[in-house]
């Protein structure tokens, strides 16, 4: 096969350490990948905490002058952007990354240089978008950017120019991981998993990864658009051309809604594998769950005009939207029931892992239904733009998908490293967190119905809005303190390491198979699919009676699965055969030529010129070099 | 029931699930994706169809029969394609090497008619800044024309590689896949050249606001 193949002149030397920055540097395992995204993603969210602490306590009294206005549009746009594009989301890329090819039986994902690139990118990108707090510039248009009000008529200087290109390069970012993630669940699968035996977490990775391949693209748009019109002086989102501000919105919201479906189906993959394993029960009407998932990414698409009922697009619009975001209630309602289902009369273990999944239950739940009270029209020209959404979506994102997050933390944290974190801490940890978040949304819902609005840096005095804001901002440093006790406990759990066996909480997937820390080829054995919760059933023979009543579903499969396997090893040559990809920098310099472009479009073209010779070099390099080189 | 048992063994290299190359399926996966950012382009040039205050106007400047010409040329470097990988499939190599150049030298061709548009249109008096016309007209078709661009530049690399011989009938898949995005490219055309040229050739200025001088 490497007959006459093409080569390109190495520069440096194919990296083959294990360890030391060249060892991440040149990584192309989902593991080591994985893990740089949880701690990216974790020191971003820190930082996106930071600042909104600093909002906090700037709004915990009445004409407070500890920030003014400008910084503190900087803050609540830093925030959100933040939180959304450099916390929830590749904080949900690092589960991804860790757990699908444990999940599904594979030694990698489908392309990992691939991966490897996306993980380079996501971190420029965000180092860009953030490189306006250097020079005192920082992005201060909301996360959502809306123009013109974003456009450089009214927000001239780098600001909104560093939020579109970091924005850009991130888009690129997700779109290399969600096509990765599709191809690996798709195609790699153990023989015997077919796509209904798969767990429902690996499920909502697939179709979060669909939206993301979908929706990025209609993101980069709205970017590119906001970005000529802001370098080049084109007139999409100008008024006084004849561009209209509301096709901002449109495109936006258009991205902007199955984002928001991005962030919570991973936090619902990862409850939905929490709670079975701590009730010791089935999940309840798992096809119901996995459907449901389906359903949602794609009604997710028809309810974007719902974030524009104030915008005046006429009865008929509206009441179709509407209608849309009522019935998308629907699907999440059948997954809020199928998990209280799989606790039902089940054998309930309270640990950290699971009270965080069953307050996922219940404050998603809240924030769910104040979304369904916005959206009712009527109702919604009521809400918008007061605390009442600030508090809605804190209680999907902060409630749902963080607590959802923290939930497979703590959950697969033995897996990840090979030993607990510490069970007090951690409880201690989850009701600082639960109380702290309750304390600091749950106020807002009648500041925002008594009409406080959002995005305002103070508030008079007479309004009477002091004690509920003073709430909340103990809440906020509460929630804060939580996390710092996270943090401790890692430190602590570290310092006095309590060993993880391979299956510490009795799992029920094929993650827990294989030893804690997995080794880096995954799984000694590809292993064979039979059942649905292969793992467990194989463990606990005795209970497969009590699930499958009649019996040709499974004998239909074993003989075929048993087979196939025979043939895997015939391809492979037997476990012997083992072989990863070898390691690679071209990823990362690819990478540094897509940011040195980002880089350009802020400073001059000249930039943009000098990033082309990287950019090849990664690309051609990439494309002639051998997965493996021969040995 | 398990698809995996059902795989053929006419595939050496890798075994997936489904049977269907991961290569292949990525490349399907990302025109999906590359489908949703031309359908957004596309969706506003037609939102900001006769929205444009000042001139020139689509009717003023848009050559219906110079870019039939050029679609034509473009609609003929995917049958070039379809040809290049039948002579590569069946190993023979200097037919397969000439219908790849062909393609790059089509697309080619298709790029300096666009070229030569964009210098009269900006000679006309419209650039991207003129007015909402010239806006997503030239963003639209850029970026179009940027996909072509890359479909080129990866055609002459193939063609290099077929002539060298690293390019065979064994990986002919290489040169699918390339297929795959070029095609969607083409087809991506034909939307471009009938939402804009055929659909918008009449929008003519309002009375009295003429200003392109035949």
């Given at each position: 096969m490497t007959t006459n193949a093409l080569t390109f002149p190495r520069f440096f030397p194919r990296p083959q350490s294990e360890t030391g920055i060249w060892g991440w540097i040149g990584t192309v395992d989902h593991k080591r990948i994985g893990t740089l995204y949880g701690?990216?993603?974790?020191?971003?969210?820190?930082?996106?905490?930071?600042?909104?602490?600093?909002?906090?306590?700037?709004?915990?009294?009445?004409?407070?002058?500890?920030?003014?206005?400008?910084?503190?549009?900087?803050?609540?746009?830093?925030h959100g952007t933040t939180m959304v594009f450099l916390v929830i989301m590749p904080l949900s890329a690092a589960f991804f990354n860790w757990l699908i090819?444990?999940?599904?039986?594979?030694?990698?994902?489908?392309?990992?240089?691939?991966?490897?690139?996306?993980?380079?990118?996501?971190?420029?990108?965000?180092?860009?978008?953030?490189?306006?707090?250097?020079?005192?510039?920082?992005?201060?248009?909301?996360?959502?950017?809306?123009?013109?009000?974003?456009?450089?008529?009214?927000?001239?200087?780098?600001?909104?120019?560093?939020?579109?290109?970091?924005?850009?390069?991130?888009?690129?970012?997700?779109?290399?991981?969600?096509?990765?993630?599709?191809?690996?669940?798709?195609?790699?699968?153990?023989?015997?998993?077919?796509?209904?035996?798969?767990?429902?977490?690996?499920?909502?990775?697939?179709?979060?990864?669909?939206?993301?391949?979908?929706?990025?693209?209609?993101?980069?748009?709205?970017?590119?658009?906001?970005?000529?019109?802001?370098?080049?002086?084109?007139?999409?989102?100008?008024?006084?051309?004849?561009?209209?501000?509301?096709?901002?919105?449109?495109?936006?919201?258009?991205?902007?809604?199955?984002?928001?479906?991005?962030?919570?189906?991973?936090?619902?993959?990862?409850?939905?594998?929490?709670?079975?394993?701590?009730?010791?029960?089935?999940?309840?009407?798992?096809?119901?769950?996995?459907?449901?998932?389906?359903?949602?990414?794609?009604?997710?698409?028809?309810?974007?005009?719902?974030?524009?009922?104030?915008?005046?697009?006429?009865?008929?619009?509206?009441?179709?939207?509407?209608?849309?975001?009522?019935l998308i209630a629907v699907p999440t309602g059948v997954k809020i029931f199928n998990w209280i289902g799989t606790m039902w009369r089940g054998n309930i273990q309270l640990n950290t892992a699971m009270l965080f999944s069953i307050s996922f239950i219940a404050m998603f739940t809240i924030g769910g239904l104040s979304g369904v009270m916005h959206a009712s029209p009527p109702t919604d020209s009521q809400q918008q733009d007061t605390y009442f959404i600030v508090a809605h979506f804190h209680y999907v994102l902060v409630g749902g998908a963080l607590l959802g997050i923290f939930s497979g933390i703590y959950f697969?944290?033995?897996?990840?490293?090979?030993?607990?974190?510490?069970?007090?801490?951690?409880?201690?940890?989850?009701?600082?967190?639960?109380?702290?978040?309750?304390?600091?949304?749950?106020?807002?819902?009648?500041?925002?119905?008594?009409?406080?609005?959002?995005?305002?840096?103070?508030?008079?005095?007479?309004?009477?809005?002091?004690?509920?804001?003073?709430?909340?901002?103990?809440?906020?440093?509460?929630?804060?303190?939580?996390?710092?006790?996270?943090?401790?406990?890692?430190?602590?759990?570290?310092?006095?390491?309590?060993?993880?066996?391979?299956?510490?909480?009795?799992?029920?997937?094929?993650?827990?198979?294989?030893?804690?820390?997995?080794?880096?080829?995954?799984?000694?054995?590809?292993?064979?699919?039979?059942?649905?919760?292969?793992?467990?059933?194989?463990?606990?023979?005795?209970?497969?009676?009590?699930?499958?009543?009649?019996?040709?579903?499974?004998?239909?499969?074993?003989?075929?699965?048993?087979?196939?396997?025979?043939?895997?090893?015939?391809?492979?040559?037997?476990?012997?055969?083992?072989?990863?990809?070898?390691?690679?920098?071209?990823?990362?310099?690819?990478?540094?030529?897509?940011?040195?472009?980002?880089?350009?479009?802020?400073?001059n073209t000249y930039v943009i010129a000098a990033g082309v010779p990287i950019f090849l070099w990664g690309m051609l390099g990439w494309s002639m070099e051998p997965v493996n080189d021969p040995t | 029931m398990t698809q995996a048992a059902t795989t053929e063994h006419h595939t050496p290299v890798e075994h997936t699930t489904t049977g269907l190359n991961n290569r292949k399926l990525l490349m399907w996966a990302f025109l999906g994706s590359d489908v949703m950012f031309f359908g957004a382009f596309i969706a506003t040039y037609l939102v900001y169809r006769g929205k444009s205050l000042v001139g020139p106007y689509p009717s003023e400047v848009l050559n219906i029969p110079i870019t039939t010409v050029s679609t034509f040329v473009l609609l003929m470097s995917s049958l070039a394609m379809v040809l290049a990988l039948h002579y590569v499939k069946e190993g023979e190599k200097n037919k397969g090497t000439l219908w790849i150049l062909v393609v790059v030298v089509l697309g080619t061709i298709f790029m300096g008619f666009q070229f030569v548009e964009f210098r009269e249109f900006a000679h006309l008096g419209l650039t991207p800044r003129t007015n909402i016309f010239g806006t997503t007209f030239f963003i639209l078709t850029g970026i179009h024309g940027a996909h072509v661009t890359i479909g080129v530049i990866w055609m002459a690399f193939l063609a290099y590689s077929s002539n060298s011989g690293a390019l065979r009938s064994d990986n002919a898949l290489d040169l699918e896949i390339a297929g795959l995005y070029w095609h969607f490219v083409d087809i991506v055309w034909i939307v471009i050249f009938t939402v804009i040229y055929l659909i918008s050739a009449n929008d003519a200025p309002p009375p009295g606001m003429e200003s392109v001088i035949h």
């Open positions: 701690i990216t993603s974790f020191l971003w969210f820190l930082v996106a905490g930071v600042e909104a602490l600093l909002i906090r306590v700037q709004l915990a009294s009445a004409e407070n002058t500890f920030i003014g206005p400008e910084f503190y549009n900087q803050l609540f746009t830093m090819p444990l999940q599904i039986g594979a030694r990698d994902v489908a392309f990992p240089r691939l991966n490897a690139l996306s993980y380079w990118v996501f971190l420029f990108g965000s180092l860009i978008m953030n490189a306006g707090w250097i020079t005192g510039d920082a992005p201060n248009g909301g996360w959502f950017g809306y123009a013109p009000n974003s456009g450089v008529t009214f927000n001239p200087g780098l600001g909104m120019t560093y939020w579109v290109v970091g924005l850009n390069i991130l888009g690129v970012a997700s779109i290399a991981a969600g096509l990765n993630f599709i191809i690996t669940i798709i195609n790699m699968r153990a023989p015997g998993m077919s796509m209904f035996k798969m767990p429902v977490f690996t499920w909502m990775t697939l179709v979060t990864s669909v939206l993301l391949v979908l929706a990025m693209p209609i993101l980069a748009v709205a970017g590119i658009q906001l970005q000529t019109d802001r370098v080049y002086g084109t007139h999409f989102f100008n008024s006084l051309a004849g561009g209209d501000p509301v096709m901002w919105q449109h495109i936006f919201w258009l991205f902007g809604h199955p984002e928001v479906y991005i962030l919570i189906l991973p936090a619902m993959g990862i409850v939905s594998e929490v709670l079975p394993t701590f009730s010791r029960k089935p999940l309840f009407g798992y096809a119901f769950v996995v459907f449901a998932g389906i359903v949602i990414g794609f009604m997710g698409w028809f309810v974007w005009s719902h974030h524009m009922f104030t915008v005046g697009l006429g009865p008929a619009a509206n009441t179709a939207f509407a209608m849309s975001t009522m697969w944290w033995p897996k990840f490293t090979g030993w607990f974190l510490n069970e007090k801490l951690g409880i201690a940890n989850w009701a600082l967190m639960l109380i702290g978040m309750n304390l600091q949304f749950g106020p807002q819902h009648w500041l925002g119905m008594d009409g406080m609005p959002r995005r305002i840096y103070t508030y008079a005095e007479n309004m009477g809005w002091e004690g509920s804001n003073l709430a909340a901002s103990i809440g906020g440093f509460i929630l804060g303190f939580g996390i710092l006790l996270f943090m401790i406990n890692i430190v602590y759990s570290r310092m006095n390491k309590k060993i993880a066996p391979a299956d510490p909480w009795d799992g029920r997937t094929l993650e827990w198979s294989t030893s804690s820390p997995p080794p880096v080829h995954d799984f000694d054995e590809i292993p064979v699919v039979v059942y649905r919760d292969d793992f467990w059933f194989k463990k606990h023979p005795e209970t497969i009676s009590e699930y499958y009543h009649n019996d040709h579903d499974v004998e239909d499969i074993a003989p075929s699965a048993t087979q196939t396997a025979e043939e895997h090893e015939d391809d492979h040559g037997g476990h012997e055969g083992i072989h990863l990809p070898d390691k690679s920098y071209y990823p990362f310099i690819l990478g540094v030529g897509i940011a040195i472009f980002g880089i350009g479009f802020l400073t | -």
